[in-house]
């Protein structure tokens, strides 16, 4: 069965960087693009980005450009989130979601992470 | 990207029928049929309950339904049982190929 894994919670100072992985299982990796999704508290969804596995090119959320960077390694079929520059206002949970291939336009996303918990202090 | 519109709560009774509305711009919601929802419990994943507009994944029941008109889309959820109480998000993909989530509305059961 689909499953993905993500890394556990993080506490960073601010202006540090924090990475995320989302280890995925039960399909083929490179065959589905993978999307960041972010929830702040108390706040809605927010979409980051999305890379493709295959060939590792992106798309990033405009407000999050010069900030994150986003990865993958195939081999061990996990894809990385990076956020650098980090501020107060980036306290939220991570998700990431494999889009679906069902959707057009990569509109939607079928199965998520469990999220990771990233707590940045002052 | 401004994120697209819905009510903050809509609450329901079991057995009746509410309707959550998503309003965004030609460039989102209105300029094509990529719309999802998404149903979200606190503390768990997002769950895909409808996409491109009205279609519905597989599992998800069919007291869900979806439509548009305009700029403003919309979730129908039918026969309100106490486990749809829940979060909704809507989402849409734009005409410069960004995605953008709704605000969400919390849907109560009472």
């Known amino acids: 069965q689909v499953q993905l894994v993500q890394s556990g919670a993080e506490v960073k100072k601010s202006g540090a960087s924090v990475r995320v992985s989302c280890r995925a299982s039960?399909?083929?990796?490179?065959?589905?693009?993978m999307h960041w999704v972010r929830q702040a508290p108390g706040q809605g969804l927010e979409w980051m980005g999305r890379?493709?596995?295959?060939?590792?090119?992106?798309k990033y959320a405009e407000k999050f450009e010069g900030r994150v960077t986003m990865t993958r390694d195939t081999s061990i079929s996990t894809a990385y989130m990076e956020l650098s520059s980090l501020r107060s206002d980036d306290t939220a949970v991570y998700f990431c979601?494999?889009?679906?291939?069902?959707?057009?336009?990569?509109?939607?996303?079928?199965?998520w992470g469990q999220g990771t918990l990233v707590t940045v202090s002052s | 990207q401004s994120a697209l519109t819905q009510p903050a709560s809509v609450s329901g009774s079991p057995g009746q029928s509410i309707t959550i509305s998503c309003t965004g711009i030609s460039s989102d919601v209105g300029g094509h049929t990529y719309v999802s929802w998404y149903q979200h419990h606190p503390g768990k994943a997002p769950k895909l309950m409808i996409y491109e507009v009205t279609y519905r994944p597989s599992g998800v029941p069919d007291r869900f339904s979806g439509s548009k008109s305009g700029n403003t889309a919309s979730l129908t959820i039918s026969g309100l049982q106490a486990e749809d109480e829940a979060d909704y998000y809507c989402t849409s993909y734009t005409t410069n190929r960004q995605y953008v989530f709704a605000s969400g509305t919390k849907v109560t059961v009472l």
């Open positions: 979601a494999r889009e679906a291939y069902f959707c057009g336009a990569g509109s939607c996303n079928d199965f």
């Open positions: 890379i493709n596995p295959n060939r590792g090119d992106t």
């Open positions: 039960g399909y083929t990796f490179a065959a589905y693009y």
